[in-house]
């Protein structure tokens, strides 16, 4: 009965002393413990080159990348259908340590969820230009069209002298045919 009791007697200390390790009474702070700024830095760059994938090496006509096993919304096998294909290990020197053993994409290059895959440049080059000059392009010419018709009703009204509207620099532009970029140049070929 009498441990009983000095159990609860603890269990009943002062909130102070619940508060307060017994270990951190013994010991002394013998430095400070806050980051510098170059420690942070450090840690910044070490984070980063830690996560990151190797580099794919080039291959003459593809373009290689990266793809994760795990988004539902871009699934490896929808790229399959585009026309990507998983790197092999033995296609390439120096990936063997990188072959992945098992699975769906076994004798790939991959690590973790993440495996590597080619596309033949020129489709490469098409879904670039695509997504990210031909639609936008697009895009552009319907605000394009809005703005036109808006001035032209206003100028059917009569308004156009009480009542304008002001396109700001780089708006002029939008929607007026353009060159596409390069997406990719071919790999070797100076």
Same mark, same amino acid.
């Given at each position: 009965?009498? @441990?009983?009791? #000095? ?6 200390? *002062? ?12 010991? #002394?702070?013998? =430095? =400070? ?25 080039? $291959?003459? *006509? ?13 699934? $490896?096998? /929808? ?7 998983? &790197? ?5 020197? *120096?990936?063997? !340590?990188?072959?992945?053993?098992? /699975?769906?994409? !076994?004798?790939? &290059? ?7 895959? =080619? ?9 670039? @230009? ?11 010419? @319907? ?14 009204? /009569? ?5 304008? &509207? ?8 939008? /929607? ?10 071919? &790999?070797?070929?100076?």
């Amino acid at each position: 009965m009498a @441990k009983l009791v #000095s159990r609860d007697s603890r269990l009943k200390r *002062g909130s102070e002393d619940s508060r307060v390790n017994r270990h951190s009474k013994k010991r #002394s702070v013998k =430095k =400070k413990r806050e980051l510098s700024d170059s420690k942070r830095l450090d840690m910044f760059r070490k984070q980063f080159f830690q996560a990151a994938l190797p580099d794919l090496p080039k $291959i003459k *006509g593809f373009h290689v990348c990266w793809l994760t096993t795990t988004n539902p919304r871009d699934p $490896i096998h /929808g790229r399959m259908r585009l026309g990507y294909t998983p &790197i092999r290990a033995h296609e390439v020197l *120096g990936y063997q !340590a990188l072959k992945l053993s098992s /699975g769906d994409h !076994a004798g790939a &290059i991959g690590v973790n969820e993440m495996v590597a895959f =080619k596309l033949p440049l020129h489709l490469y080059r098409a879904y670039m @230009k695509e997504a990210h000059h031909d639609q936008p392009l697009s895009e552009e010419r @319907k605000l394009r069209v809005a703005v036109d018709m808006a001035n032209e009703s206003l100028e059917s009204q /009569g308004l156009r002298r009480k009542t304008r &509207i002001v396109e700001e620099e780089g708006n002029s532009e939008l /929607g007026r045919a353009r060159r596409s970029p390069d997406f990719a140049e071919e &790999i070797g070929e100076d």
